[in-house]
């Protein structure tokens, strides 16, 4: 027997493990429930049901008009190849790199959204899906399947779905939280045993004197960081940096839409403890986790760690009831008066809205927190200063200049909230490239900014 059978075998009492064998199909078989028209949610992230996705593309000669919805997925997309736009519609809340210029191109469609209200659209039935595609864990002893690595961006909207079908693994992670769906609510059971796909960012061809620049940043960001802080991190160069200059700090909790391996370490050396947090004290809050093997099995029924909906862990409201809340997110360009562009370049979306605003307008609201934007002062080489005038001509404002409280490059932290422009330009100016701030100078005075 399988290392599914067995486990599903071994601890499914004889009713249940009745109504779960009368369900188990081969991926092709559940996915011929789907027909012309329908709406899918797909499961998002490192979760990414790749055997029930294939099958799907398999069927692409006979279907028209499918409309997929997801965020962002780690693997790749077969339904966005060139010439299937009539048999599938790509929907995404946010654009990943294999999806990005498939919608450049206006081969697949982005919406706009803050990441809590992305969910919403499912529970409050602006879309109405007609089939999920999911991935979980085998049932426990109660029939409950966790949707694993990735629950807040997937759970709401698949149980909103008419039919669900779940493609069941047992490499995948039985997380806990509102993380679980009984076996009575899904339609079929596609069986799998197959490594998840991983999420490993590195910065490719990093020279030592970005690592410097990255390692500046960090630095910056957790001197502003105090004990007994709540953290949100995302992923990539900035979050990794910050980890690493918080290992003199105590008593940190962590609420977050997502974190990655990073956080790890920093569980294991005392330092991420949680105990000093207003809501979930003792428990990491995420809606996803995205990164290595070492991570999917560091929330393997970990009950520090608590997985929740995105409308939840994402909602500002929430979020604020964390003392001390520190955000930390990104952002491609930033103007001298504070307005901040993280999703497009020019008019070309790169990626998304994501909970940038949720948890900046957050981080705003707690008892003592800090809402921080941090990129490198430059692109491609110091050939580009990515704090500018102006945005580029059609270039997206994902945080307006009354959000803005901290920006944080290399060159040091300009604090914007609540002064005047001729003030917030200066800020600005001084923590931009050395090479460019004549340039910035000159732009401020020539419109009297200052």
Known sequence: MTTLEETRNKLLPITLLNSYNKKVVSADEAI????????????????????????????????????????????PLPYLQPGLEKSFSHQAF???????????????????????????????????????????????????????VDVGLTKTAAEKSKIIIAQVNPQMPRTLGDSFIHISKINYFVETDAMLTELILVEKDLSPEMEAVYGK????????????????????????????????????GVHSETFSDGIVELVDKGIVTNEMKTIHRGKIIAGFVLGSRNLFDFTNNNPLIEF??????????????????????????????????SDSIGPKIFSGFGGQLDFIRGAARSEGGKPIIALPSTAKNDSLSRIVPFLRPGAGVVTTRADVHYIVTEYGVAQLHGKPISKRVAELINIAHPKFRDELLHYAKQNNYI
């Open 308 to 341: 929740h909906p995105q409308e939840y862990v994402n909602d500002p409201f929430v979020i604020a009831q964390n003392s001390k809340m520190v955000a930390i997110n990104s952002a491609i360009e930033i103007d001298i008066t504070g307005q901040v562009c």
């Open 32 to 75: 011929k429930v789907v027909k012309s028209g329908d709406k899918i949610i797909m499961h998002s992230n490192c979760a990414y049901p790749s055997v029930l996705v294939d099958a799907l593309v398999r069927r692409k000669d006979e279907l028209t008009g499918i409309e997929i919805y997801h965020a962002l997925t780690v693997g």
């Open 217 to 252: 940043i960090g630095s910056n960001i957790a001197d502003l960081v105090e004990d007994g802080s709540t953290l949100q991190l995302g992923i990539g160069a900035i979050p990794d940096a910050v980890l690493r200059y918080l290992t003199d700090k105590k008593a940190l």
């Open 94 to 148: 946010f654009v990943g790199a294999n999806s990005r210029k498939a919608v450049q191109e206006g081969r697949a469609d982005f919406i706009p959204i803050f990441l809590f209200e992305s969910t919403l659209l499912f529970k409050k039935g602006y879309i109405v899906p007609d089939v999920a595609l999911i991935h979980v864990s085998p049932p426990d002893e109660h029939g409950f399947c966790s949707y694993g």
